[in-house]
């Protein structure tokens, strides 16, 4: 499946020009079930942002997720070697059954803090979460898609927007391949 094709939904602001983001009606507890268990990753990522890059660093990492408090969270440990040195990478989804979306914190080795949270939920299979951020002290709305429409197979990619979310650039790709 092509993941290219995929259009990023529009991003919406309040008066105070905060994020609006709104569940879908399907946004559940069980959206990211697709991803239990341990997966192969082949990575995908831009060498660098904003600077019309066309260079793409590859490399192999592994993942494993199982789901925490009683089924409305998730944790993962992402593995991978940089330049020789072992990286780990962690991620913490959190499901608010009130407003059904999704909260996903990131965490590494190089600094051993939370990211802030992107926010979104699935529909059909397809996930959309977003943030606002700095990049390179700029202001940056972030969108993290998580494409399950092949459940053995999904898709992670990332893109930022440095014009209120006129224009993406991608620049990371995560294609996983499940394992037994």
Not at 92 to 106: A, E, Q
Request: aromatic share 16%.
């Amino acid at each position: 499946m092509n993941n290219n094709d995929l259009e990023i939904p529009i991003v919406h602001f309040d008066e105070s020009g905060e994020l609006l983001i709104i569940a879908s009606e399907s946004s559940s507890k069980d959206d990211f079930d697709f991803f239990q268990g341990k997966s192969n990753i082949r990575n995908k990522k831009l060498k660098k942002r904003f600077s019309n890059c066309t260079e793409w660093i590859e490399f192999d990492s592994t993942q494993e997720m199982y789901k925490i408090l009683n089924g409305i969270g998730n944790i993962d440990n992402f593995l991978a070697t940089f330049d020789g040195e072992p990286f780990e990478g962690m991620t913490v989804r959190l499901f608010n059954p009130l407003t059904k979306l999704w909260s996903i914190y990131w965490s590494d080795s190089n600094t051993g803090v939370l990211d802030k949270p992107v926010i979104g939920s699935f529909e059909n299979n397809i996930g959309h979460f977003f943030s606002k951020d700095i990049f390179e002290n700029q202001d940056v709305l972030q969108v993290f898609r998580w494409d399950a429409r092949d459940e053995n197979n999904p898709v992670w990619s990332q893109a930022m927007s440095n014009d209120k979310g006129k224009t993406w650039e991608w620049n990371w790709f995560m294609y996983m391949t499940k394992t037994k």
